[in-house]
T-cell receptor, first 112, second 111 residues
């Protein structure tokens, strides 16, 4: 039972354009969400998080949007850069980051 | 430098052998976690520990064991009871109420 779903296994975007990565969840108890970026053979790197009391959080080129009624969150990267090419995981937890449930990841490729 | 270290980076073992993966952190984090990643899948939680001398099973604990004798160390033993041990193993740590920070991972291959 996949409680956190990333339905697009891959995404290709041109450099300078916006990348939008999507994530859906089924567990209504989730109230804290995170995005991680992962390069091959390395550990994930934390990017940005959002609590369910907010619907948007911004950090530089990265913005996360949360739609609680739709149980959907998205990560926007603007402008996209070649160094953004990686696998992006969304994760969810209840209350804190103490126990995370991860999605299956979306591979982003930013082309020149 | 503060961070999480995992050793070794690559590990090979023969079928039927136990093997222990190391995870050390000097971030003074209370909580530590072990995940495994398989191709095309997300990270799945094996074990976690919120405090020294205490740990809980995650979603896929069968065939694994852990210990937490020191705050900075959380070794994972992959036993011969684990049916499909070949995977990429990731250790993470976390301050009490914040995000998790990951180590570089260990790729275990069973021959």
């Amino acid at each position: 039972d996949q409680q956190v779903k990333q339905n697009s296994p891959s995404l290709s975007v041109q450099e300078g354009r916006i990348s939008i990565l999507n994530c859906d969840y089924t567990n209504s108890m989730f109230d804290y969400f995170l995005w991680y970026k992962k390069y091959p053979a390395e550990g994930p790197t934390f990017l940005i998080s959002i609590s369910s009391i907010k619907d948007k959080n911004e950090d530089g080129r990265f913005t996360v949007f949360l739609n609680k009624s739709a149980k959907h969150l998205s990560l926007h990267i603007v402008p996209s850069q070649p160094g953004d090419s990686a696998v992006y995981f969304c994760a969810a937890s209840t209350g804190t980051a103490s126990k995370l449930t991860f999605g299956t990841g979306t591979r982003l490729q930013v082309t020149l | 430098d503060g961070g999480i270290t995992q050793s070794p980076k690559y590990l090979f073992r023969k079928e039927g052998q136990n093997v222990t993966l190391s995870c050390e952190q000097n971030l003074n984090h209370d909580a530590m976690y072990w995940y495994r990643q398989d191709p095309g899948q997300g990270l799945r939680l094996i074990y976690y520990s919120q405090i020294v001398n205490d740990f809980q099973k995650g979603d896929i604990a069968e065939g694994y064991s852990v210990s937490r004798e020191k705050k900075e160390s959380f070794p994972l033993t992959v036993t011969s009871a684990q049916k499909n041990p070949t995977a990429f193993y990731l250790c993470a740590s976390s301050p009490s109420q914040d995000t998790q920070y990951f180590g570089p991972g260990t790729r275990l291959t069973v021959l």
